[in-house]
């Protein structure tokens, strides 16, 4: 399935440090592989939801944490699954607050975050561990922004821990990983009608790389460079702007002078 072990111990202390967690804790843990993270989180959380993609590891999971009361492993895709019906397994009490901590696997890192930073139930903190230069996209300031960091930092202020090198793991990777803590928002940090739409504007501005923000909602929105440029100036901005440019209150700003709408 693609996943890397995590083997290093410092690590992994680092991890459950920046989770914070307590007996009154609920986690949901994603790929959690061999359950070597899963054995610190059951010792320290009231409760554990692992969720593993693989049969053969979700089986042995349930063998090797069989005297642990407090965990649950479930063998599914966790892209397939509400966090609210995962959270009803442990109960109204854990499924009105939780944590999600995870050594994720590579190919599906960005999307598990978006998965439950998108949910409607989303989790109060996230810690998890991902390629190092997803990471550097997650927390990167204007200038160097993309579509992952508006996606996180829409929800919540990310930060990076530590990192870790890819002799940590096993088998060995070929990149370096960052360990990235998401402390999520109640609600979103900027205020717009509609996330949906939001996404869309945002996803239409960085869909031409290296291009001016005006030539890449033209091609991706099917108007004239100069219609795409107006909405650009309308919204107080330069029209010769990129998107890695723009923070989170310019892409508002761009939102709303589409109508709320995806232009």
């Known amino acids: 399935m693609g996943q890397h072990f995590l083997v290093d111990g ?98 599906m890192a960005s ?17 998890v561990t991902v390629q190092k230069e997803v990471g550097q996209q997650m927390v990167a300031g204007p200038g160097k922004m993309s579509l992952l960091s508006v996606g996180v930092q829409f929800y919540g202020r990310p930060t990076i821990v530590d990192y870790i090198p890819a002799s940590g793991f ?28 939001f996404f869309a504007v945002v996803r239409a501005g960085f869909s031409g790389p290296r291009k001016q923000l005006h030539n890449s909602l033209a091609h991706a929105l099917g108007m004239s460079s100069s219609e795409a440029a107006a909405l650009v100036e309308k919204a107080g901005l330069c029209k010769k702007r990129r998107a890695e440019t723009l923070d989170l209150g310019e892409w508002a700003r761009l939102h709303e002078v589409c109508g709320g709408n995806e232009c």
Do not use: W
Request: proline share 5%; aromatic share 4%.
């Open 170 to 197: 096993h088998p060995r990777p070929k990149v370096d990983s960052a360990i990235v803590r998401i402390d999520v928002y109640d609600e979103p940090a900027i205020q717009v009608e509609d996330a949906e739409s």
């Open 10 to 107: 410092e690590a992994l202390g680092r991890i459950v440090a920046a989770a914070e967690l307590t007996a009154s804790d609920t986690v949901i843990e994603v790929g959690p592989g061999l359950g070597i993270l899963t054995r610190e989180l059951v010792k320290r959380a009231g409760s554990v939801i692992a969720i593993e993609l693989d049969s053969s590891l979700a089986s042995a999971l349930r063998e090797s944490l069989a005297s642990y009361s407090n965990v649950t492993i479930i063998n599914d895709d966790v892209l397939n699954i509400d966090p609210t019906t995962v959270l009803s397994l442990v109960g109204e009490a854990g499924a009105a607050s939780y944590k999600v901590v995870a050594n994720l696997p590579y190919y």
């Open 111 to 127: 999307a598990v975050v978006r998965h439950f930073l998108e949910a409607s139930n989303r989790p109060r903190l996230v810690v």
